[in-house]
């Protein structure tokens, strides 16, 4: 199967992914979207590996619950030297280039990728390497935070091919990376 | 009939409604958008005036076609004092705190507002003053330019309570602010 890079993330009205403070507070607007499937299920099945950044890892870590993932997390990292023993054995550290690091999850047998955090995502998208974005649009304006998108030198188009209403207050963008982009 | 301040504009997928020159050439990243009816007339159907900020006037007066509104046009800006010809008479320049142009919009019996340009939006936003949003997401992402949305301290809640497709490629999210915002 061809290999692909998916995002699936939310985001404030205004773009951001975390508030000033790196809080997600505002996941929270319509707390009813907590109770609903929002494709999320359906995201994690399509995946088989995940990569994020040590800030996202470290979040994760953070929450009071079980290690949440049952397939095998890529946590990109100049500094991490070891994993916490609650997320098992399926965490591995790398570092390196984003191409280099892609050709190693590969060789491992990893193609769809499921990647995370604000700039593990921006990094990607810097080397035009993400085909797939489910965006969930939160419509709050939080006025200031950790943006999903950064200043970039990249352009790249996509195609909006779904969308999706939740409660009839959030919305749901899917996007794939344009074919002549 | 309630007062309504409402926008509708277009942003690329980053959240800027022009590059970083000012220019909207990423409109026409789909050109076949100009082809179909996204909802512009049924928008400039349902309002009574416009509202925009000296750039926007300027960069309308600058195109090369004829004054393209039919409906009152105020012009907020606390230099200009002239307008040309080609508009005939039906701008009117006002300067002042966001409220106090309202005020004097509906004493003249508008109340029904297409709130357009960034800065004229944002300081809106910024009043909480915004009822409605028409946000069409042109999916290319410019890296950089003028942001649809600024850093501000006032943060606003709204419902998503319409999307739609267009040409399987962009798409239109319909907001309004939240009742209990």
Redesign the interface.
């Known amino acids: 199967m061809e290999s692909q890079n998916k995002v699936f993330i939310a985001t404030s ?3 951001y992914i975390a508030d000033r403070s790196g809080g997600v507070d505002y996941l929270n ?1 319509y707390p009813e979207i907590n109770t609903i499937d929002t494709g999320y299920n359906d995201h994690m099945a399509s995946i088989d590996a995940l990569v994020m950044g040590r800030i996202s890892f470290e979040t994760v870590i953070g929450f009071d619950i079980p290690w949440p993932y049952n397939k095998p997390v890529y946590v990109l990292s100049n500094t991490l030297t070891q994993v916490p023993d609650k997320c098992g054995d399926q965490v591995t550290i790398l570092s390196g280039t984003i191409p280099d690091v892609l050709k190693k999850i590969h060789s491992d047998g990893h193609t769809q990728l499921y990647i995370d955090g604000g700039k593990v995502i921006q990094d990607f ?1 810097k080397h035009d390497l993400i085909d797939q974005m489910i965006i969930t ?1 939160i ?6 935070g950790i943006p ?18 939740f409660l ?4 749901q ?1 899917h ?1 794939r990376k ?1 074919v002549n982009a």
Request: one cysteine or more; glycine letters at 8%; a negative charge.
């Open positions: 009205l205004d773009g607007t998208l649009i419509p709050v304006l939080l006025g200031g999903l998108f950064s200043e970039s030198e990249v352009s790249t188009k996509f195609e909006c091919f779904k969308t999706q209403l009839d207050k959030l919305v963008n996007y344009a």
